[in-house]
Every structure is written in C-alpha cells, then in structure tokens.
C-alpha cells in the first residue's frame, strides 16, 4: 500500500508515455534474460532425451525378432510415460505428504513448509534417478551381438531375397 501511493509522486514530471516506456524497458530486460536462460535449460533438456531414449529404444529393440521389433518400441515407450506419470504422482503426493506434515506442525511459513515438501521430493527423485543407474549399469543382461561377418552378409542376404520377390 506504501508503494502505490508513494509511486505516483516519484514520477511527476514524467507524462504517461515516459512511465510506460521505461515499465517496458525493464519488463523487456527481465524478458530476455527469461528467455535466454530457458532457451539454455530447454537445450540441455533435448540433449539429455537424445542421449537418454534413443540408445534405450535401440538396446530394447536389439535383441527382438524383426516381426516383433514395432510391438517392443511401444512397449518401450508406453513403459518410459506409464513410469513418468506413476513417478511424478508419487513424488507430489510425497512433496504434499510432507508439506502437510510441517503445516499441522505448527509451521506460520506457508512457503518454508511448500519449499520443505519440495526439496524431500527432489530428494526422493534423486533415489530414484541413482537407483536406475544402477539397474541400468548392473542389472541389465547383455545383448549378444552378431560377428562382423554376419552383419555385413545380412544386407546383402536381404537384397537377394527382395529381388526374387520382386522377380
């Protein structure tokens, strides 16, 4: 309330375009400055899911039939969103859990106590993404790759087929 009523009086002299320009100016800075540091996280973000979900398509298609190759790239992918959204509700009902718990504590601070239930659950996701690094280190059979001589004869064995179906 202090603010509103001493704001006018800090700009006497100025007409409404002055004050408009300069409210512009800076909500312009604050702008680019927002976007510039999204535009830098979204890129690190598209990154990561390139470097993250293609080679996991790849390693779970690998050691599939070639019939069964489409039906195991769903089920890779109906996988990864069923575990996004089953991860993201238990780490929000987690964060509420305890920002709950601090609220009924007798926490005044209702931002303290959202932030508290915020870092846990961050914390949790940490787990999460720690323990799957090491399933994904440990856990996961390899998949036997042919010898170079089979896979450089298959292409050929493919085009050979091909033509005598097209014959």
Do not use: Q, W
């Amino acid at each position: 309330m202090g603010c509103a009523s001493a704001l006018p009086h800090s700009f006497e002299g100025y007409g409404p375009d002055h004050v408009a320009a300069r409210r512009g100016a800076v909500l312009r800075r604050k702008a680019y400055r927002y976007a510039g540091l999204a535009a830098a996280s979204l890129l690190l973000v598209a990154i990561g899911i390139g470097l993250a979900f293609v080679p996991a398509t790849i390693c779970a298609v690998a050691g599939v039939a070639r019939s069964e190759a489409g039906l195991a790239s769903g089920l890779v992918n109906t996988s990864r969103l069923f575990g996004g959204a089953l991860g993201l509700a238990i780490l929000a009902a987690i964060a509420t859990a305890h920002t709950n718990s601090v609220v009924h504590n007798g926490a005044t601070n209702m931002h303290a106590a959202l932030t508290s239930g915020f870092d846990l659950a961050f914390i949790v996701a940490a787990g999460f993404a720690l323990v799957g690094g090491f399933v994904a280190l440990f856990g996961l059979p390899g998949v036997p790759r042919p010898a170079r001589s089979e896979r450089a004869e298959a292409p050929a064995v493919e085009h050979a087929a091909a033509e005598r179906a097209a014959a």
